[in-house]
């Protein structure tokens, strides 16, 4: 392989792991939870007849 490819290679090997293990540099940080409620389900219309 040319060098230039494994330059490009080695620099993406690096800058993918320092971007996975960044949160384990940082053990002040704390995550933020998020709960998001499902939105309700509604039931459909019914058709009973043309007049009420």
């Known amino acids: 392989m040319s060098n ?6 080695a620099l993406g090997c690096a800058a993918m792991l320092s971007g996975c293990f960044s949160s384990l540099s940082a053990p002040g940080a704390e995550e933020e939870i998020i709960f998001v409620d499902p939105a309700p ?7 009973h007849s043309k007049y009420r």
């Open 41 to 47: 389900v509604a039931p459909e219309p019914v058709f």
């Open 4 to 9: 230039t490819l494994k330059l490009v290679a």
